[in-house]
């Protein structure tokens, strides 16, 4: 499985950014991590597109992101809203071929990354 990551950049902070993640196979849960420099890297959201409900999000982003697929097109979405400086990081697109039940551990380990596309919220 190959992805690519896309809609990343630079933003003002209030401001809003959507990435978009294009997998060529076959998927069942796909994430968003993110690392910042000096920082370890977080798990921010994940969706199991079987049923395309089930999600996750980290307490640092929840209500202002918002995960979601297009299964005709292999394609998830993250929708950052009300962005701050903190979001800051390399957000990484990836794919987990197991079912999230809507827990970190359910997608920490993915099998497969994107190159990842750079957020900077000043």
């Known amino acids: 499985v190959q992805l690519v990551e896309s809609g990343g950049g630079s933003v003002q902070a209030g401001g809003s950014l959507r990435l978009s993640c294009a997998a060529s196979?076959?998927?069942?849960?796909m994430a968003w991590f993110r690392r910042a420099p000096g920082k370890e890297r977080e798990g921010v959201a994940a969706i199991y597109t079987g049923d395309a409900r089930t999600v996750y999000y980290a307490d640092s982003v929840k209500g202002r992101f918002a995960i979601s697929p297009d299964n005709e097109k292999n394609t998830v979405y993250l929708q950052m809203n009300s962005l701050k400086p903190e979001d800051t990081a390399m957000y990484y697109c990836?794919?987990?071929?197991?079912?999230?039940?809507?827990?970190?551990?359910?997608?920490?380990?993915?099998?497969?990354w994107g190159k990842g596309t750079q957020v900077t919220v000043s």
């Open positions: 990836a794919v987990v071929l197991r079912p999230c039940a809507g827990y970190y551990s359910d997608f920490a380990r993915p099998d497969y």
């Open positions: 196979g076959s998927t069942v849960t």
